[in-house]
Nanobody
Framework: QVQLVESGGGSVQPGGSLRLSCAAS????????MGWYRQAPGKERELVAT???????NYADSVKGRFTISRDNAKNTAYLQMNSLKPDDTAVYYC??????????????WGKGTQVIVSS
């Protein structure tokens, strides 16, 4: 069994900051890419940022320069530092990871999501 658990969501005023965490647990051999996606009400889920096991990152244009993705491979944890938050950043944020378990093919896992609300 593998689980991804997000934490760190909440409510913040425009211009504020939040830091999301995503911890992977279970029988994990290795983790390839990890990422954050978000889904706002009435909209499709969209990519926010991804990071490879080697640390290469990719960001949606809408968050470049404001959000930073990082990971701690020893802790099987990914982070999303969100600065200069805008009301348009309001969404449920989901963690994603491509995980390899012993003797099994790689598989994509999702967390249950954490709510981020940006409002004055």
């Amino acid at each position: 069994q593998v689980q991804l658990v997000e934490s760190g969501g909440g409510s913040v005023q425009p211009g504020g900051s939040l830091r999301l965490s995503c911890a992977a647990s279970g029988s994990i051999f290795s983790i390839n890419a990890m990422g954050w996606y978000r889904q706002a009400p009435g909209k499709e889920r969209e990519l926010v940022a991804t990071i490879t096991s080697g640390g290469s990152t990719n960001y949606a244009d809408s968050v470049k320069g404001r959000f930073t993705i990082s990971r701690d491979n020893a802790k099987n944890t990914a982070y999303l530092q969100m600065n200069s938050l805008k009301p348009d950043d309001t969404a449920v944020y989901y963690c994603n990871a491509v995980i390899i378990r012993a003797s099994l093919p790689r598989y994509e896992y999702w967390g249950k999501g954490t709510q981020v609300i940006v409002s004055s």
